[in-house]
């Protein structure tokens, strides 16, 4: 990919220039954190004219690769005040590659606050076009509007009305291959960043787009044989295996069942009422059901794992795409909801609203604990979220996030790391996730280092989820992921290429193919050791210090049911993830 | 005794076969029984057990020495586990 588009929102011009050289052997999160490091101001407000905002492919997204159809977002974000790199799957990355971008950079600010402007891109160039049409309208009346404008065939960028309105839990929305406003970059309110630049959607058209040269054919196509294969072989990844057939949501009973899910704002490691809102259950409705329902639905294109679902209402009509195992977990177990119909509601509403599905969630339970609803409370839940929607001033503080959130209510109970909402795993009972959530550079984030493969999922060894001493683990493992969201492939190859050696091979020779490197292995893991020292500079100059690599003090004295433990990882192996 | 949760196709060895509600059997527990002993008992066999086991929420191995009144969890091995 040759080219960078840099769009001026304070000027409102567009302009194509060549990749630099320093940035020609990087894409995806490489890609967005080295701009955002190079460009961004570490103490710049993540709302005002200095920071920018970065979209970027992977490496490998539209080679053929399979499952690498990434889009990376990357900038300062609104709820941490660190960089942020979060990425979505969906139509667009693909798109944009064929078109030859490497990265779209958004920089400055409109003069007219309130006003939106579209970004459409294809073959021909660039072009802003007054956006007030779209605007202030839910996502599912939107994404019609817009294909029936531009076509069918294109991928649509945006953020709903909680970006507009400059909200912390506001994500990126892509398109999936139907065209549902579903596939999310949804951490750290970068859609609030893309609302501060007066940016409501990219429109990508690859029309006649040139496609990604690769450099060496041989090469690719050997590492891509080696990959696929042991995709198809994993148990996790094949056709027909867990993902493939109960979606990520089959992890509801596993890690309930180890006591790690956290329950009614992170009161409980267990919940009741998790089989009803289980992966199963989640396969079994949608044979039931019938319709239009499905599990094994494909996000992106080139996916071969294709773990989404389409969940059906009781008619066979569609209520929602996707029941994840995040989002049945954050507006479900998290708010003590065990209703996959009303789960399936919540997240449509955040589809439609233009919501962080994990942040959203989490902040209702926060709610809950304060006493705004009550545990369990589908009806009042729904509501709270309407509340969002309207942009009330309760929406408002309920938009800012969990953080926001609690300290307006008093909440003491606030399962946050650097202002981010924590996913769906319980630190005290897993430890080693407890060490990536409070040292990982975007705040408490699974996916910048999933000790839970190893310690729960039996991948790539076992490790005892009570044991303290995981620095080491959870380095290795934010290191080995910062490499892979640069490729563009989707996190979930982690479990074939950390258990079948030629898998991980696979994917570096993918790369070696594509840019005509030679990296071996151990390169990638350095590689990827560079992006998060990088990240980590951005950090500390934007004022983070060891404190901020800190869990919850609540998790420290508030046992976790039903291993009655308490976050007791010592400080000093905190402080050794980064400084060995 | 020692209360098995079952999941997956492993639920057919309860009378539950129902996923939203817990497929759970009672075992009559022995002295020294192993999680490996527990699963002989119920018949399941061993092919079709994957390597999510949890003895009171803690992941275990086959040879991990079971208690009465224990709380144990079998997932089949077509529940290999996943993400996000």
Known sequence: MSKILRVNMTDLTTKFEDVPEKYRLTGGRGLTSAITCAEVPPTCHPLGPNNKLTFAPGILTATGAPTAGRLSVGGKAPLTG?????????????????????????????????????????????????????????????????????????????????????????????????????????????????????????????????????????????????????????????????????????????????????????????????????????????????????????????????????????????????????????????????????????????????????????????????????????????????????????????????????????????????????????????????????????????????????????????LDPFTVEKAEVSRNFQYATAFLDTTGHCLFIAFAILDIASGFEGMVEECNGVLGTNWTTDDATRIGGDIVKMERAFNEAAGFTKVDDRLPEFMKYEKLPPHNVVYDVPDAVLDKVHNP | MVEVHLYGKLRRFTDNLDPSRDSIILVPHKPNDTIRDIIRRIGIPLEEVGSNLFLNGEYSPLERKVEDNDRLGIFPDDMQMIIV
């Open chain 1, 82 to 462: 660190t960089i942020k790199e979060t990425n979505a799957g969906g139509m667009a990355a693909d798109k944009l590659a064929r078109l030859d971008i490497k990265a779209i950079i958004v920089e400055g600010q409109p003069k007219e606050k309130g006003k939106f402007w579209l970004l459409k891109v294809d073959k021909d160039g660039a072009q802003l076009m007054p956006a007030d049409e779209w605007t202030g309208k839910g996502l599912y009346e939107t994404y019609p509007k817009l294909f029936a404008k531009f076509g069918k065939d294109v991928g649509i960028i945006s953020i709903g009305v909680a970006g507009e309105r400059l909200m912390a839990m506001a994500g990126v929305c892509v398109n999936d291959p139907e065209g549902r406003p579903s596939r999310y970059a949804g951490r750290g309110g970068m859609g609030a960043v893309m609302g501060s630049k007066g940016l409501k959607a990219i429109i990508v058209d690859d029309k006649g787009g040139s496609g990604v040269a690769i450099a060496n054919k041989d090469a690719f196509n050997t590492g891509r044989k080696k990959l696929t294969d042991a995709l198809r072989e994993h148990a996790i990844t094949k056709p027909g295996g867990t993902l493939n057939t109960y979606g990520t949501a089959a992890l509801v009973n596993v890690i309930n069942e180890a006591g790690a899910f956290p329950t009614r704002n992170f009161r409980e490691g267990r919940f009741e009422g998790a089989s009803k809102i289980s992966g199963e259950t989640i396969n079994e409705t949608c044979k039931k059901r019938g319709g239009v329902g499905m599990t094994g639905h494909r996000c992106s294109p080139g996916c071969i794992i294709q773990c989404s679902n389409v969940y059906p209402k009781p008619d066979g009509t569609e209520l929602v795409s996707c029941q994840e195992y995040e989002s049945v977990w954050s507006l479900g177990a998290d708010c003590g909801i065990d209703d996959l119909d009303v789960t399936g509601e919540l997240i449509r509403l955040c589809n439609d609203y233009g919501l962080d599905t994990i942040e959203a969630g989490v902040t209702i339970g926060v709610a809950m604990d304060a006493g705004l609803a009550k545990f369990g409370d589908g009806k009042k839940a729904i509501e709270l979220m309407h509340e969002i929607g309207k942009g009330t001033p309760l929406g408002h503080i309920l938009g800012n996030g969990a953080e926001v959130t609690a300290r307006t209510f008093g909440v003491v109970r606030c399962p946050t790391v650097k202002g981010q909402a924590m996913p769906a795993y319980e630190p005290r009972a897993i430890k080693g996730i407890g060490v990536t959530y409070a040292t990982s550079t975007m705040g408490a984030d699974h996916t910048s280092g999933y000790t839970i493969a190893p310690e729960i999922l039996g991948v790539s060894g076992k």
